[in-house]
Structures are given as C-alpha cells and as structure tokens.
C-alpha cells in the first residue's frame, strides 16, 4: 500500500470541518471549466442607451462553440437576442446609431452587413470581389472605409485553382505563406457605389478617418517578412488631392491611430519615437500639419489599451493595466497629467463609450469572478450588472482564494504574483506547488478568473504565478529586465524571478519543497523547459508550444526580439549565446518527468520544437516523458477536445509524478443529444 503523503491526509481533514454551505460545494473540474458561458464583444449604443453582446457556450457534440448575439438596456434587465443563427464578426454601431453593422461570410468572401438597431433582419451591403478585412465608419454615417487585400486577376484565380500556387517567400506581398497586397476603399451608403482610395504594393494596417473625411491616417509597410513589423509607418492621405505623404521614419512599429475630434491632431501608439525597444507602448501625439510628435502618457508606467478621445479633444479616456489590476484612466492632453478614474481591484476593460463619453460599458473579473458586462457612467464610477454568465460557479464550486504577494529577487528586482490557495486551506500546512509561467515574454497574470487554477485547487495544490521581469504591465525597467541591454537575457534573472518566488513561498510554510510542479505555455514552455535543465527541484513539469532550440528556431518563427533583445545577434554572429540560451543545449540535464504539448499548425512557435525536445529526452532515458500533437491547431488551442484532452492528461501527469497517484477524469457527462441517440439505440 502507498504511503499517503501527510499534506493529503491534512486537506482531507480540512474538507471534512468545512461549513454546511461549503460542503455542499464541489471541486472544479475541466468539464466545469469547457462548459462556461463566456460572455464577450459589448458594445454601447451612441445615445448610451443600449449594450450588444455575444454569448458563446460549448457544443459538445459539434466540437465548438456556439455563438449567439444579444442585446440589452444599458440600465439592466432581460436581454433579447438580436442577430440570427447566421452570426457575424466585427460588429459595430454607426455613428448616428441607426445601424449596425458587421462582417459576415458569402460565397467565401467576408462582407458588410447592416441591420437596423430598430429591428429587422442584416441586410448584405457590399459586395467586394475579395474579403472585406477592417472597416470604419464615416464620422456622419454616409460611408464605411474599409481595408481590403487585392484580388487576383479572372486568368490568376484559373492558374491558381489548376495548381499554380507555389509560394515564393518574402518576395512581393508573400510572406512565409501566400500574401496579397492590401489597399483602402471606400463605400457610399447613398450611391451604393464602392472607390478605391489607395492603388500601392504595401501592406496596409489600421486606420482612421479624419471628423471633416477630408484625410484618412494609416500605417502600412511594403515587406510581409515575419520580422519586419518594425517597417510600419505611419502615412497621411489626402482624399481630395489623392496623394498620400510619409509622416514617420523610423524602426518602430506605430499602430492604432485615432484623430482628435477637433481634426488638429491624432495619438498612435508605439513604444518608442525611433527604435523597437522592449517597452510598454506609450501614447503619443501628432501634428500632422507641421510632422510633430510628442509624448503623451510618459508620466504614466504599465500597459495601455483602447484610448478614446473626450468630444473636446482635451482628454484621452484609456484602460490600464498596472501590476496585477486594471482600471480606467484619464490623460489631459497639454500637461500629460494621468487621473484613474476607477479603482477596482480586479481586472475592468472598458469596451465602448456613448458618443458624449458619458458612459461606458465594460467587463469585470477578478480571482474568483467570472467575467461579465457592466455599465456606468463615466465621471461618477456607478456599476450596472448587465449580464451574469456563470452564476453556477459561485453555487456549486469549492474556489480557491487569492493573495498578490512580492519577493526580493536577483539585481535589485521585487517581483509581484499571485498565490492561490485551495478553500479551507489550513495556515502553516505545506501542500504540493504548481509553478505557472505566462507566455510573452511581455505576458502578465492579472487579477481574473482562471480555470485551471481552481482545479489544480481542488486536487489539493497550492498556485503561485509569477510576474517575472520581461512582464508587460509593471515598469519599464521590470519590461526590459530580461533583454541583453539590461546584463540579463531570457532565462537567466527570470529564471531567479521564478524560483526566488517558490523559495518564498516555502519559506512562508505553505509549499512543501518535496512535492513541486511546473507548468507553461508558449515563453511559459521555452523558460519552463530550461527552469528543468537548470534543476532537479520540480518532480514534474507540463511544457507546451515552447522553443527549446534558438538556432533551428531561426527563420521558422518569430524571432525578431530574440535577436535584438533576449539573446542578442544572430546564430552566426553570436553562436554560443544561442547555444547558451536554448535548453536542448542542457536536455542532458533532465530528470523532471515531462509532459509536451504542441498544436502541429502552430506558426508562433514552431511545432518541431517539441519533437526535438522530446526526442533527446527520450534517448536520454533519465525521465519519464510524453508528448501530445494536437492535429490543426495553431498556437492557442480552438477545438474543445483537444483542450479537454490537453487539460485531463496534464493533470494525471502531474498526479502522478507529484502525488504518486493514479488519477482519471470524471467521464464527462452526455449531452442531450447523445442522451437521445443512445435512448434510441436502446429501442
């Protein structure tokens, strides 16, 4: 008979004293987890009145989600559905808010529709002879502007469909894969007639239309190579001349340009005036008349989202994110002066304002929290629940609790993380610890609900989540923590980030030393397979869509900022720090028993990443290992099986090789329709 490790024996007794109301409750399990409702895409009418909104829940049997599209008063109540089965994607209201539109697929090409906000059925508006990519609504609702890539030719679609179709990397608008040029148009409601505004071999990005339409701002760059994001600029077209006029030169990539509702100016978005630096992305403001640009939102450190100018172009209205929270923030233009305007703790995202910027609608979620939509006004914070998704989950399920706790770490560094804790956890007992690494690097654990961290909960695991230094969301000197330009690289002070927080953690007497786990994805897979070559402390480890050789890795993925910042060079200038910095270097090392997981059609971080990794594992023979290929998946996984199956055999992995314990599944409960397929066959 196993020996019973005491924390076991200790939790049992603690689950048995728990309070009636508690007891009722149940761990949370990966079902639980698939079968939330995620609420998400709000939008807020003009007049502030109305909120749209999409509702997705789990269809089993079809290996999906199922979307539906609804509305709902900006005050509350019952919600009513508002789009057919037929669904759509980028939805939006006119600025008049008597439409709304959105893209939807006919005939394999995405188009326009609109329907009114009054009622009726999405009536097709465009029919442009190739996909339709983003779009903009004319400031007066008279013309939607929209982005589209160039069609190939009668002869070139024949040729292509009889096999013409060898791709020729880098060259033209390919990239690694087939590429087409993309141009601006744009569609007049009234005449029904669409124009092209931009004839050029680039690559056009995001956009925005002047409040006179007399001027549209882009960014576009001419190469499709995977590391050339840096090459977007940002341009000025002058509708009425028909020219368009270079306003930046420089090696950083701008994005999301948003004029001011005066016309005399507009902000971007980059993190830095002339070079790609690994730093948050700051606000800045452009002149285009005299091509001055200036500063914005230096007075404000961590991570900006979704800027929205005040109707009197003083102020800019943004989501922010610093350390583990996220709020609503207020800039004044001339003084650069930040004011958040909200204090929650948790994690809040304001989707949409009403066109005086008076109110909002926007999700909320924090540790225990499923997200859900809110409304409020503006100036005086006065939340509105809209919609409550999951209200099952408070009932029914035994949640871990939270704490944001800080340690001291390597060069001076204190790194913030969340520990997590399972319901009824007596102080002072130490119980097994799952280490969890974000992706990114510039990824970051905010305060918000997170599945797997109530299961591992109810298995009886302590969580600690690091935001190690490379993390998006703090300073940005934490930012640039993990660059060469800083003395460190990646997995060298992160590395110490990490295990400095376990050590603290132990030293607190709530993880027991002898029963560690690690688990991570993406950069969560690259410095979980290194943290397994550098020691022997963790018993397991579950590593997925990571990179654990840089120099194979080069030209396949993504590796700009390998090269500028967290190695430095390229493998032929700088050929042992790429050996010195890749874990297959170390795989020798290994005696972590190790989990891997990749999706075969990953593009970030490429799939014969793990097979190497696990190949050598394998030859070595020092430790258990196995590795899962997911047919069709990319680098985020999609189909529900497959993220049940990642989920379950992570779990009795780590049961096993932490606990000792052979571990399966609850068999996951029939559907309706299997239920009445199998009553039948019965008959």
Known sequence: MKKIPLFLLVIGLVYGILGAEETQRRPMTVDDALNMIQIRNPLISPDGDWVFYSRSELDWDKNKRKTKYYMVSAQGGEPFQFIGEAGGSAFQFSPDGKFLSFRRTIDKFSQIFLMPTSGGEGIQLTKHKNSIGSYKWAPDSTQIFFVASEPRSKEEEKEYKAGNDAIFVDEGPNGQNQGSYRNLWVYDLKSKEETKLTDEKFLLGSFDVSPDKKQIIFTARTSNRRNDGYQSEIYLYDLEQKKKVRLTENNSPESSPLWSPDGKSFTYLAADDQEWLNRNSKLWLMDPAAKKHRLLSGKFEGSIRGATWTLDSHFLLFNGQQGTNSNLYRLEVVSGQVTQLTHVIGTMRVSGFSRNRDKMVYSFTDFDTPSDLYSSTVDSFQPVRLTEGNPWVEKELLLASMEVIRWPSKNGFEIEGLFHLPAGYKSGTRIPLMVNIHGGPAGCFGNSFRSIYHIYAGLGYASLSPNVRGSSGYTDKLREGNTVQSGDGIGKGD????????????????????????????????????????????????????????????????????????????????????????????????????????????????????????????????????????PREPHGFREPRHQRIRDVEEIKWMQKYVLGVDWDAPKRPLSKKAKEEAEEEKK
Do not use: C
């Open 495 to 630: 590395y110490w980030d990490l295990m400095n927080g376990v050590d603290f953690v132990i030293g607190k007497d709530q993880a027991d030393p002898d029963f560690l786990a690690l688990r991570g994805w993406s950069y969560g897979g690259i410095l979980g397979g290194w943290t397994i070559t550098q020691t022997d402390r963790f018993k397991s480890a579950s590593i997925g869509a990571g990179v654990y050789d840089w120099t194979s890795e080069y030209g396949p993925g993504f590796n700009h900022d390998v090269r500028l910042w967290h190695i430095g060079g390229t493998p032929w200038e700088n050929p042992q720090a790429w050996r010195e910095q890749s874990a297959l270097t170390f795989v020798n090392n290994v005696k972590t028993p190790t989990l891997l997981l990749h999706g075969i059609n990953d593009p970030t971080d490429t799939e014969a990443q793990s097979m190497m990794f696990f190949v050598a594992l394998k030859d070595i023979g020092k430790a258990p290992t196995r590795y899962i290929r997911f």
